[in-house]
Antibody, heavy 119, light 108 residues
Framework: QVQLVQSGSELKKPGASVKVSCRASGYTFTNYALNWVRQAPGQGPEWMGWINTASGNPTYAPGFTGRFVISMDTSVSTAYLQISTLKAEDTAIYYCARKPFYFYHMDVWGQGTTVTVSS | EVVLTQSPGTLSLSPGERATLSCRAS???????LAWYQQKPGQAPRLLIYGASSRATGIPDRFSGSGSGTDFTLAINRLEPEDFAVYYCQLYGSSPIFTFGPGTKVDI
């Protein structure tokens, strides 16, 4: 079955970096874009950016440039979100979600990865 | 940037009742670009409706979407206990590419 499986929870200190993975299975990885969505505690989802898995080209939302890097490895059907210089306000659940090309929604979501930034 | 507003913030209903949720865009948008998601505590959002009115795979037909221009509606007929959740509308645009509304909580 179609699945996006994310890496486990992370506890990091301010200033550290974290890399979250999202492994796709059950479909052809390069036929769908891969998005990253942040959900801070008690808040709604916020789109961070996506990667065009056919070209490898990432696009970032305003506010998610500089410290945030989206990448992928097609050999293992996996997308990554790396956040550097972590701040307390990066504490959130991070989801990956698949977007069919030529459609305008996200149809399959990962289970989420909790990143906690605390000294 | 197009802003999405959802109303009401909270909808208190009983099982078996009908829920009507509203999503309003700050300017006219293509209905192709409007989707609805359901999120339960501790779970990822789940796609319900895309293209304003098309049900996603496996979504019961008690869920329906409608609307155009700036006003969109998600209706849930005959609420089941598992339908009590938070519902978000989502718009595909230019920058940011995806925008979510603030959500409507449907509770008992």
């Amino acid at each position: 079955q179609v699945q996006l499986v994310q890496s486990g929870s992370e506890l990091k200190k301010p200033g550290a970096s974290v890399k979250v993975s999202c492994r796709a299975s059950g479909y052809t990885f390069t036929n769908y874009a891969l998005n990253w969505v942040r959900q801070a505690p008690g808040q709604g989802p916020e789109w961070m950016g996506w990667i065009n898995t056919a070209s490898g080209n990432p696009t970032y939302a305003p506010g998610f440039t500089g410290r945030f890097v989206i990448s992928m490895d097609t050999s293992v059907s996996t997308a990554y979100l790396q956040i550097s210089t972590l701040k307390a306000e990066d504490t959130a659940i991070y989801y990956c979600a698949r977007k069919p090309f030529y459609f305008y929604h996200m149809d399959v979501w990962g289970q989420g990865t909790t990143v906690t930034v605390s000294s | 940037e197009v802003v999405l507003t959802q109303s009401p913030g909270t909808l208190s209903l009983s099982p078996g009742e009908r829920a009507t949720l509203s999503c309003r865009a700050s300017q006219s948008v293509s209905s192709n670009y409007l989707a609805w998601y359901q999120q339960k505590p501790g779970q990822a959002p789940r796609l319900l409706i895309y293209g304003a009115s098309s049900r996603a795979t496996g979504i019961p037909d008690r869920f329906s979407g409608s609307g155009s221009g700036t006003d969109f509606t998600l209706a849930i007929n005959r609420l089941e206990p598992e339908d009590f959740a938070v519902y978000y509308c989502q718009l595909y645009g230019s920058s940011p590419i995806f925008t979510f509304g603030p959500g409507t909580k449907v509770d008992i």
